[in-house]
């Protein structure tokens, strides 16, 4: 199965000359005696690719390293066939492999159907989604109600009314199994003040602030410094992320198992912090993004890991062998929900300028627009680039690997119902999709 962190592999189409969509590598390196030459896979076959590359190559034998497939097959050698200068530094090659490809082929064909087969299933109205997270809404109640109170009349930001509602019923959805039940309504509030605190410091790490000012943020809310350095909203949307996360403090601090895990709930949140700087490095230095990073840094902002752990301090007897498992695959579902949320706010986010997503990781890398490039596209040019669906595709047959990682991880988990969590979590995922252009 596929290391997470794997390049993306998108998805291409030669209706031409078969029916199926098959996944190959978005770039490839030839490394051969002449050195080492990058490019791209223009189409492939069962017996080649036909590759665009930067710079010449000669008759030898190459060696091929697919970054989409080097985690089943490992590298694949090749043998170049012909060579076709096409004007300046381009060149296309065409390659053939000394084995069958046929099989790697048919294996991603069949992933790329489990996807079909995923999306196909009945999914959720929107007009449902909305009502169910106006009702989740206006049934909040004590510090959830209260925060919302304060975050509507000194913050408020124009997403906010559909996305708390949005927030409360994906709560419910994604609870972790086996807390006492006299707690749920405690551990909810403090899941939902999370996300409110998480959200309050995403609109600052992606309004244009210097990865210095979030770090400068973070001290306000977690550590209790001065907000003095801000302007005027940023000090009240601080301050009340301040308030916030002593109210998480304040709520947990009555699980049972609160003195056992704050240590794991005070490294997830320094997870957010980070997650939040990396953000900002991305707002002042777009060229640096990549999926690698992004997915190990950004997923840390859907706070499902740091809700899971809420989730386990309410449990009346802590599995201790269950833990390093639970966590894994509370990690998986981090994964999951980010890539839900990113295939789904893009739309909002190129008109906010906010290029943090790994979406636009992905559209940069399978369209071929340097990062650099793609942040000075206008909106019109970003919603008319033709790679916007493969780069969709792309991330949600991730979503797939990771929910089949889910899966495995949840086998091995005996204290707690932990497939219905990833059921949960499945449905997640159509929450999003049904809420594209809402939040």
């Known amino acids: 199965m596929n290391d997470p962190f794997l390049p993306l592999a998108p998805p291409v189409a030669d209706n031409r000359r078969r029916a199926?969509?098959?996944?190959?590598?978005?770039?490839?390196?030839?490394?051969?005696?002449?050195?080492?030459?990058?490019?791209?896979?223009l189409d492939a076959s069962a017996s080649g690719l036909r590759l665009e590359l930067a710079g010449d190559v000669g008759p030898d034998q190459w060696r091929a390293q697919l970054e989409g497939w080097v985690a089943r097959d490992r590298d694949l050698t090749v043998r170049a066939r012909w060579v076709d200068r096409a004007g300046g530094d381009r060149v296309l090659v065409g390659v053939e492999a000394e084995g069958d490809l046929s099989q790697v082929i048919d294996r991603e064909r069949a992933a790329y159907g489990d996807l079909d087969r995923v999306l196909a299933r009945p999914a959720v109205d929107v007009t449902a989604l909305g009502a169910l997270a106006a009702r989740s809404l206006a049934e909040a109640d004590g510090p959830v109600s209260a925060f919302i109170a304060r975050y509507n009349e000194e913050v408020s930001t124009p997403r906010a009314e559909y996305l708390w509602g949005w927030v409360l019923a994906a709560l419910d959805l994604t609870a972790l199994p086996g807390g006492r039940p006299d707690l749920a309504d405690d551990a909810r509030a403090a899941k939902f003040l999370g996300v409110l605190l998480d959200v309050v410091l995403d609109d600052i790490a992606d309004g244009g602030a210097s990865p210095e000012e979030v770090a400068q943020a973070c001290d306000v809310v977690f550590r209790g410094a001065a907000p003095s350095a801000?302007?005027?909203?940023?000090?009240?949307?601080?301050?009340?992320?301040?308030?916030?996360?002593?109210?998480?403090?304040?709520?947990?601090?009555?699980?049972p198992q609160f003195e056992r895990l704050q240590g794991f709930l005070a490294f997830?949140?320094?997870?957010?912090?980070?997650?939040?700087?990396?953000?900002?490095?991305?707002?002042?230095?777009?060229?640096?993004?990549?999926?690698?990073?992004?997915?190990?840094?950004?997923?840390?902002?859907?706070?499902m890991v740091a809700s899971?752990?809420?989730?386990?301090?309410?449990?009346?007897?802590?599995?201790?062998?269950?833990?390093?498992?639970?966590?894994?695959?509370?990690?998986?579902?981090?994964?999951?929900?980010?890539?839900?949320?990113?295939?789904t706010t893009w739309p909002r986010e190129i008109v906010q300028r906010d290029f943090t997503s790994s979406f636009f990781a992905a559209l940069s890398e399978l369209s071929g627009v340097a990062m650099d490039r793609l942040v000075t596209l206008s909106v019109d040019?970003?919603?008319?680039?033709?790679?916007?669906?493969?780069?969709?595709?792309?991330?949600?047959?991730?979503?797939?690997?990771?929910r089949d990682h889910a899966r495995q991880v949840a086998g091995r988990v005996r204290s707690l119902a932990a497939h219905a969590y990833v059921d949960g979590l499945e449905q997640l995922l159509f929450f999003h999709l049904a809420s594209r252009g809402q939040k």
Request: with cysteine; proline share 4%; glycine share 8%.
């Open 230 to 255: 801000f302007d005027p909203w940023r000090a009240r949307a601080l301050r009340l992320g301040r308030d916030t996360w002593r109210e998480i403090l304040h709520i947990c601090g009555r699980f």
């Open 308 to 343: 899971g752990t809420i989730d386990l301090m309410t449990q009346p007897r802590l599995a201790e062998e269950d833990m390093g498992p639970v966590r894994e695959l509370l990690y998986y579902a981090q994964l999951m929900g980010r890539v839900g949320n990113a295939v």
């Open 20 to 41: 199926h969509r098959v996944f190959i590598p978005a770039r490839v390196v030839l490394v051969g005696p002449q050195g080492r030459v990058e490019g791209r896979v």
């Open 381 to 402: 040019d970003l919603r008319g680039l033709e790679h916007k669906v493969q780069a969709e595709r792309a991330l949600l047959q991730r979503w797939l690997q990771y």
């Open 268 to 303: 997830d949140y320094r997870q957010l912090e980070s997650a939040m700087h990396y953000a900002a490095l991305l707002n002042r230095f777009p060229f640096a993004a990549n999926t690698i990073e992004n997915t190990a840094y950004q997923c840390h902002n859907m706070h």
